[in-house]
């Protein structure tokens, strides 16, 4: 069993900054985020593996970064020039033995 527990959700305005917190309860293989807007099914956002190797999706490559503190079992999305249709529910999630784990969510609105 692993406990999500995310943090740093908020509103900002577009071309603004956010960082995104997710705290796991034990080590994971990979750990990443995915978001939901409404009306819209969840996405994959950016994930990062124990080794340190990260994917992203196209429409946040250069913007988003990832990273993972292993020794805290946190991740971290530094999400920079975002925009409206960045809003969305974040979703931590991490996967180990073949199994994945879901935080709660926490709201990003970019907004002026």
């Known amino acids: 069993q692993v406990r999500l527990v995310e943090s740093g959700g908020g509103l900002v305005q577009p071309g603004g900054s956010l960082r995104l917190s997710c705290a796991a309860s034990?080590?994971?293989?990979?750990i990443g985020w995915y978001c939901q807007a409404p009306g819209k099914e969840r996405e994959l956002v950016a994930t990062?593996?124990?080794?340190?190797?990260?994917s992203y999706a196209d429409s946040v490559k250069g913007r988003f970064t990832i990273s993972r503190d292993n020794a805290k079992n946190t991740v971290y999305l530094q999400m920079n020039s975002l925009k409206p249709e960045d809003t969305a529910v974040y979703y931590c999630?991490?996967?180990?033995?073949?199994?994945?784990?879901w935080g709660q969510g926490t709201q990003v609105t970019v907004s002026s």
């Open positions: 999630f991490g996967t180990l033995l073949s199994r994945t784990y």
């Open positions: 034990r080590s994971t293989f990979s």
């Open positions: 990062i593996t124990s080794s340190g190797f990260t």
